[in-house]
């Protein structure tokens, strides 16, 4: 029962994000929520909440404005969804400012700058024969671990 409720609401939480993408950009009349891109959607598992993660391009001031015009049109959205979308309930919508972008372009502005994040892919990478290491497929493995692994067998 919980891997359908899983399935179900990861259904629910694409179904959002495609749906409240057509209602920012077509039915909500403030250009400022234009400029907000949906990163992520998170349902609860009663269905009754939704968090939706947006990436936000420009300053703070910029971002701080966009999130609280997204804030004010989150009751015509949910309005929107629940006449678009066929649910019991339509969930509460929150947006919430998703900030793993800067994150992850500073770890690798970081891992340049330490010479460890070439601009090359994983896979033209060649190990050496003092690492240690061994290379499939873009991957990493200490050479140290068995070959067969038997972790995902029901023994």
Same mark, same amino acid.
């Given at each position: @029962? ?10 629910? *939480? ?27 959607? /998170?349902?609860?598992?009663? #269905?009754? /909440? ?16 966009? #999130? ?5 049109? *989150? =009751?015509?959205?949910?309005? /929107?969804? +629940?006449?678009?979308?066929? @649910? ?31 601009? +090359? ?19 990493? @493995? ?12 029901? =023994?």
């Amino acid at each position: @029962m919980a891997r359908q409720r899983f399935n179900r609401t990861h259904r629910v *939480a694409s179904l959002l994000r495609e749906t409240v993408s057509e209602v920012l950009r077509g039915s909500v009349k403030d250009p400022r929520v234009a400029l907000a891109t949906i990163t992520d959607v /998170e349902v609860t598992g009663d #269905l009754r /909440e939704a968090r939706i993660y947006v990436h936000i391009s420009g300053d703070e001031a910029e971002r701080s404005d966009v #999130l609280g015009a997204l804030q004010r049109a *989150a =009751g015509f959205v949910r309005h /929107e969804v +629940g006449q678009r979308v066929r @649910m019991r309930n339509t969930p509460s919508i929150e947006f919430r400012y998703d900030a793993s972008i800067e994150y992850g372009s500073r770890i690798e502005q970081q891992l340049r700058a330490l010479g460890l994040g070439g601009g +090359g892919a994983p896979e033209d990478s060649e190990p050496t024969a003092d690492s240690g290491a061994t290379v499939d497929s873009g991957a990493t @493995m200490d050479s140290r671990a068995p070959a067969d692994d038997d972790r995902d067998s029901d =023994g």
